[in-house]
């Protein structure tokens, strides 16, 4: 397929969103191959590798072979700092639209060598097995149309930290350690909260390996959540007692899936409302009241207490197929209803559907440098190449690549 130049609207569009974007860049041939960089991404077909995007820069093969140089220069030899253009995608990523949640997701890209910037093996839970693979963590912002990605974290394992010359040779800060995929969100979660108002991050399990370390985080910074758990997770279950002084029962820790018993099969039609092809939330079962009420209990910790507790109240939901059998457990501090976490959970599923399209529009998955600050200037681009690819192809209908080439 060849490449398709963009038309100049497209161009036009381009070029007033890199100077919105890249304007903190302090040379005008930086601000240039940002903006070349952009329009390739957007307007290149297939993979979004060097040579394909300069091609659809180029006049001809000599002219794209310069490009390429250049542009290879720009991503992965020019030093400069990509925070600030994250900071004016986050401004960008709701426009007039409120703020739903931000959304986490980690993203397993997997690589066949050994010299690509952060390779290492790892359990992709998607297909169930090791591979060798980039492993990324992204922080989104998400409206009631999409999620937008505004920041993201790359996954290093101690081969690439602890190797003066391999972290040398990658261009490694000295500052950068290896951390789990919680611990680079919350990070990140800092550095968005600097300059927006909070709001309730979502988190499946992909992305928090560790949610209860998350969520006390995430308290300490008054960020509300909804977070994903495991069924096994161990929850105390806070009752409404009936007698005593104190007003609350706080019984010992349970797995959470225990809170959701399966209901039996019905052979008459099931009296609860179903959302037509969607999961419902509880009650599951049909008589429970709502949400259970639990509260967190320390590692360790076991016996049953009486009287006020200790650990914050949280609410524990079960997301459940159309017969009420509990699939996915989510814990939060919010105090929202059922349809309050539809929504959060809505934001999650755009969330993975704006991952899937990073991957096969936009270049998410086609970095192949040895450089770590050439992958986060590469994800900065591939962000705000989807950032403006959906402004546009929502106010001209469309993809976002044929909106820029097609518009007129």
């Not at 397929?1 to 161009?11: F, I, T, Y």
């Not at 093969?61 to 490009?67: D, G, R």
């Not at 007692?241 to 209901?263: I, K, N, Y």
């Amino acid at each position: 397929m060849d490449a398709q130049p963009l038309s100049p609207v497209g161009e036009a569009a381009v070029s007033r969103f890199a100077e919105q974007v890249f304007a903190h860049l302090g040379r005008t041939d930086q601000r240039r191959w940002a903006r070349a960089y952009l329009q390739g991404l957007l307007a290149a077909p297939g993979r979004k590798s060097l040579a394909n995007l300069a091609a659809s820069l180029a006049t001809g093969p000599a002219e794209a072979a310069t490009v390429s140089l250049s542009l290879q220069q720009f991503i992965n030899g020019s030093p400069w700092d990509w925070r600030p253009a994250r900071r004016v995608l986050a401004d960008l990523a709701a426009g007039p639209r409120p703020v739903r949640a931000w959304t986490a997701a980690l993203v397993v890209v997997p690589k066949r060598g050994d010299q690509v910037v952060g390779v290492h093996r790892r359990f992709d839970p998607a297909i169930g097995r090791i591979v060798k693979c980039q492993a990324a963590s992204g922080l989104f912002v998400a409206t009631d149309r999409d999620a937008v990605p505004v920041d993201w974290s790359l996954l290093l394992d101690p081969s690439w930290t602890d190797d003066p010359q391999r972290r040398a040779r990658a261009r490694i800060p000295e500052d950068i350690a290896p951390h789990p995929a919680g611990e680079l969100l919350v990070g990140m979660v800092d550095r968005l909260a600097a300059h927006h108002p909070v709001a309730p991050l979502v988190a499946g399990l992909d992305a928090a390996d560790d949610p209860i370390r998350l969520a006390a985080a995430l308290a300490r910074r008054s960020v509300p959540y909804l977070l994903e758990v495991r069924g096994g997770q161990a929850v105390r279950p806070v009752l409404q007692a009936t007698t005593g002084r104190h007003g609350r029962v706080h019984q010992g820790a349970v797995p959470a899936e225990s809170l959701f018993p399966r209901r039996r099969p019905r052979t008459a039609p099931d009296p609860q409302p179903v959302l037509r092809g969607t999961p419902v939330l509880p009650p599951c079962p049909a008589t429970a009241p709502g949400p259970a009420p639990v509260s967190i209990p320390a590692p360790g910790a076991a016996g049953t207490v009486t009287g006020k507790p200790a650990a914050p109240v949280h609410r524990l939901w079960a997301r459940c197929d159309g017969d009420g059998g509990p699939r996915r457990y989510w814990l939060t501090d919010l105090a929202e209803d059922a349809p309050g976490v539809l929504a959060l959970l809505d934001a999650a599923s755009a969330t993975r559907s704006t991952v899937d399209r990073l991957g096969s529009d936009f270049g998410l998955l086609d970095f192949s440098g040895r450089s770590y600050t050439g992958w986060h200037h590469h994800m900065t681009l591939v962000s705000a190449a989807y950032a403006l690819g959906r402004d546009l192809a929502v106010r001209v209908g469309g993809s976002a690549g044929s909106s820029l080439r097609d518009s007129a």
